[in-house]
């Protein structure tokens, strides 16, 4: 029988139950809502292999002398569209590139049940679907084995997802495809589905809404992004609406702290300057230090490319951006994610099993999470006002 990564290291990157040849394994939730590959047809399996090799994490991974990666601090000249986003607006400017040379686009969305999911979009209407952060690791389901169809048709296809679903992809296709374009971002590390989807199910009885939401934005910036200032916003379709500083959040809260992180993320492999993707993106914090004048609080976007392809793509949106060429060690200053893991945190498994077994709401003061103050509506339009007339 294969031995596949070991539970602690692996992604759940899905390369193992793409390329199987005899679609011996599948992908199986845990408690956490995490999934792991988990051979079902041991009698089918032809001990091939093809899984251990496939495996980002098994795989010795290979120093590319030949890489050579740049960095850049950009935002999109379009101020509508950097406000939808999570930063500078520089996925959407690149996605549309694609989208209008005929191609397609795979990248994590929410369905109609708040679950993260990968999809694939055609349509420059469709764009939204993808744009802004999700804090849940998304399901890949067969996107892999989508993707490499829609190569070997000649189609231009981009991809973006995490650095270990770009490693998982790239190690499945076993070779590099000219009409592939890989996009991962600067990751902090996946948390739990299991507690995003219980924590959309609190907010909604919390929020006193009968509604599932209809927009959520984790990274809004009605208050701004400089200094990170954004806040969490959910809005629901009889009109009521979650408003709350990003730091007051308990989801955010446990998010940062490490508490609903996979296990694999605290020794992630995929970390450092150089990557396999083409292009990494990220929120360009401490830009204001660096060079204020990239930074009018409505975002800005750290670039990494690591290829000629990326670098190419990213002369394709030159116009529709303002770009600053900047030092490396500059763009990882005080971006830490770039470089190093998350903390494995010694109780992460009592506070999984306290969330999956309890209310979300029962469980915050067991884990001296802060509840979000409520903010009247005139508190509300103090803020807006004082911001609107420049004094804050």
Known sequence: ??????????????????????????????????????????????????????????????????????????????????????????????????????????????DDEGVVRHIE????????????????????????????????????????GTPCQVAGLKAFLKRDYENLVCIDFVCHGVPSPMVWEKYVKYRSLTDNSDSFPQHINLRNKESGWSHYAYSVKFAYADKKRYLC????????????????????????????????????L???????????KMDDNKGTSLILTHTAKGEKMMNAVSENIKCEQVYLEQAARENPSLLRSSVHKQNRDIVLKTIESENFQEILPLLQVKQPQRRSKKEIIKRVLKKLCGLG
């Open 1 to 110: 029988m294969p031995k596949l990564a070991e539970k602690n290291q692996c992604t759940g990157c899905t390369a193992c139950v793409s390329i199987c040849p005899r679609n011996c394994i599948q992908m199986k939730k845990d408690n956490a809502g995490f999934e792991f590959p988990v051979i079902m047809e041991r009698s089918a399996c032809i001990a091939c292999g093809a899984c251990e090799r496939v495996c980002p994490v098994l795989m010795k991974k290979k120093d590319d002398e030949n890489l050579s990666t740049s960095a850049y601090a950009a935002f999109s000249n379009n101020n509508a569209l950097r406000l939808e986003s999570s930063s500078g607006g520089i996925f959407s400017e690149l996605a549309a590139t694609i989208l209008q040379r005929g191609g397609v686009i795979y990248g994590a969305s929410y």
């Open 121 to 160: 979009i055609k349509e420059q209407t469709e764009l939204g679907k993808l744009r802004g952060a999700k804090y849940s690791q998304s399901i890949l389901g067969d996107s892999f084995l989508s993707i490499k169809k829609q190569l070997d048709s000649g189609r231009i296809v981009l991809f973006s």
């Open 245 to 280: 500083k990003n730091g007051d959040d308990p989801f955010m809260q446990l998010f940062v702290k490490d508490y609903i992180l996979r296990e694999s993320c605290s020794s992630c492999h995929f970390k450092g300057y150089h990557r396999v993707s083409d292009i990494t």
């Open 282 to 292: 990220g929120d360009f914090w401490g830009i204001w230090n660096i060079n204020p």
